[in-house]
């Protein structure tokens, strides 16, 4: 494997069939029967809502507040964030081309796009603070003594340049040709940033939860960190359930999860040997085809949901059972990029620091370790998709249909675990 690719490819930690501790029949069954199980206890145990969204949660001392609401500590936070986006365009603009020496790739794909994960699953919505998107666009208006703009961005727009902007960063990563170099990484990030300071300019610094692709994606995955703000701004300690609960419903949400599940999906694919070898012998040639590919699990993912949601027969349902998928999404991350974070962003970090070029660490995990870790990943994640859909369920239905209304959403809970246990071990 060329050097420009290894940081890129290593994101597909996915486990081969040998890997497996157990056999791939088993593996299944007990997918399969943590669903149904999980499904026949809660219509039996769980028959009335009990997430309670952004009302929960035990306050965190008040010096535990102060401290995190201090100036200082915003200031020390966009500092941070701002030093580190800095340092990254420096290493990109004058570092080597080899991603073996610079850590730039690295940074981007395992200690940033994986790192995420851990940051917002320990620390809540951490990345709005340390996002140097909103420090410079905070400086450019100082700069140039502009008042922050007074209107907000169009509620129809919701999340979807989150997903657009998901979609982009994941084809670089996963179909374009050189997803490693420094000029692509660079285009990207030039043009990402410039987009987004353009719209915020419009806008003002609200445009960035939404229209920011990674906010809006660490913003997802903090409603599972068991740390929070209630609605009236109290940081609290709570069930992380009740954050998922609270999670807004707008336009755009189920697909912004449906890129993050179709994506990590389209990575297990890409490491499989059938479609290595379609890459390898496609008329249209390898990237034209990783695309549409990308592209094709994307929406088959997206068409699933939407046709499961709608056979419930709740009225916005593609909405209202969006934040379900996003535990799963969680899952898949785990199970994705595990091995990536845990050697590629230490190897970033060495580099970054002086280091001198050395192999990259050895995973922390057995590969019979890995694979149980991301089995448990997926259907854990299942499961709590099952409970925060019934939970929703039991509010928006009937009593007499709040079970067997959500067979549908059983239905997609068991597609999306097979299929993701299906390209574990192909």
Known sequence: ???????????????????????????????FAALLV????????????????????????????????????????????????????????LGPDDPARNPAPAAVYALFWAGLVPLSLLCGPLWRRLNPLRTLHLLGRALL???????????????????????????????????ASRAALLTFLGAYTVLQLAAAARW???????????????????????????????????????????????????????????????????????WTGTLQTSPLGRTPTATLGLLAVIGVTGAV???????????????????????????????????LFTTEAPHAVALAVGAGPGPVPEPPLEPGALAALQVCAVVTGHVLGVVAAHDRAVRLQPPERAVSGQIPLLVLMITYTLGGLGLLVA
């Open 1 to 31: 494997m060329a050097d420009s690719e290894h940081v890129a490819r290593s994101a597909h930690g996915i486990g081969t069939r040998h890997d497996l501790p157990v056999s791939p029949f088993y593996a299944f069954a007990g997918a």
């Open 38 to 93: 999980s499904f026949l206890g809660l219509g039996l145990l769980w028959s009335r809502s009990r997430l309670t969204g952004e009302a929960a949660g035990r306050p965190l001392p008040a010096a535990v507040q102060r401290c995190a609401d201090a100036r200082a500590t915003t200031l020390a936070l966009r500092a941070l964030g701002l030093a580190a986006y800095l340092t990254l365009l420096a290493h990109l603009l």
């Open 145 to 179: 003594r502009r008042p922050e703009p007074d209107r907000a961005p169009p509620a129809p727009l919701g999340l979807w340049p989150a997903a657009l902007g998901l979609a982009a960063f994941t084809w670089l990563e996963l179909a374009s040709p050189a997803p």
């Open 204 to 274: 003002g610094e609200a445009w960035f939860a939404r229209g920011d692709a990674f906010e809006a994606y660490a913003g997802l995955l903090a409603r599972l960190s068991p740390f929070g703000r209630r609605a009236d701004g109290r940081l609290v300690v709570r069930n992380p359930l009740d954050g998922l609960d609270a999670t807004e419903r707008v336009p755009g949400l189920a697909a912004t999860l449906c890129v993050l599940l179709g994506s990590t999906a389209y990575d297990g694919l890409s490491g499989t040997a059938g």
């Open 305 to 339: 949901y939407a046709l499961c949601t709608a056979a419930t027969r709740v009225r916005g349902a593609g909405a209202a059972f969006a934040h379900s998928l996003v535990p799963v999404a969680l899952g898949y991350l785990v199970a994705h990029y595990f091995t």
